[in-house]
């Protein structure tokens, strides 16, 4: 398990919206306030707290996948990859707006890892963008930390017992993605195709990628 080093999740936080009629909470009243005592000491604007907000928004999950099937069909980027997650991406385009590491993880037959944050919601969010509710959830959080196999077989993921799980402790610095291992059957895929086979929830690691064979009909 990587030590947990938590020095400042403020950008960690969603910000979530406010129902009609119901009075802000206390972490809502914060932010605005903070928020506008920095725009009014000068250390950023309305307009770049926007525009900030806006790259956040334009991350989403198929940005890992595409990293992932770059992985799968080029073994030299893999190895940069493993070697440097961030640099990866970047030769894929793929910007970092802070200054996490991301280390990258690699399924194989005989480990598979699962990541998670113990005390809040620390997560890729350059590659695959907001968090799943599930994923900050306090049951999650600690579950899959003591009982990750059990935790795994409520998604559907059964492990044989001879594979190690590997649970990775995300930080404010230093987040995780997972590297699935490639499903049989898609030697002749295309890496858009290989792409499309990438979930979410396969990069956090709580679900296997099945084969696209898998289920046919004979």
């Known amino acids: 398990m990587t030590e947990h080093e938590h020095h400042d999740h403020g950008h960690d936080h969603d ?3 406010i129902v009609a009629g119901e009075a802000p909470g206390y972490y809502d009243v914060m932010e605005t306030a903070f928020q506008e005592l920095m725009i009014e000491k000068g250390y950023f ?3 770049e707290i926007r525009r900030q907000i806006e790259v956040l928004d334009s991350r989403n999950p198929a940005l890992g996948a595409k990293v992932v099937a770059k992985a799968w069909m080029d ?3 893999r190895r940069r990859l493993l070697q440097n997650g961030r640099t990866a991406c970047e030769e894929l385009g793929i910007s970092f707006y802070d200054n996490t590491e991301l280390i990258v993880l690699e399924n194989t037959p005989k480990v598979h890892n699962l990541i998670v944050c ?6 890729p969010r350059p590659v695959l963008g907001l968090p799943p509710d599930w994923y900050k959830l306090k049951p999650y959080r600690a579950r899959a930390v003591y009982e990750p196999r059990k935790v ?5 993921t059964f492990i044989p017992d001879n594979v190690e799980i590997r649970v990775s402790d995300s930080t404010a610095i230093q987040r995780y993605l997972v590297l699935p291992m490639r499903p049989l059957g898609t030697e002749a895929f295309s890496e858009e195709q290989l792409a499309d086979l990438v979930t979410r929830d396969a990069m956090i690691g709580v679900i296997q990628i099945k084969s696209p064979t898998q289920g046919a009909a004979p």
């Open 15 to 17: 910000h979530v919206p």
């Open 45 to 47: 604007t309305a307009d």
């Open 75 to 77: 073994s030299e980027f």
């Open 118 to 123: 113990t005390l809040c919601s620390c997560y």
């Open 152 to 156: 795994l077989e409520e998604f559907g």
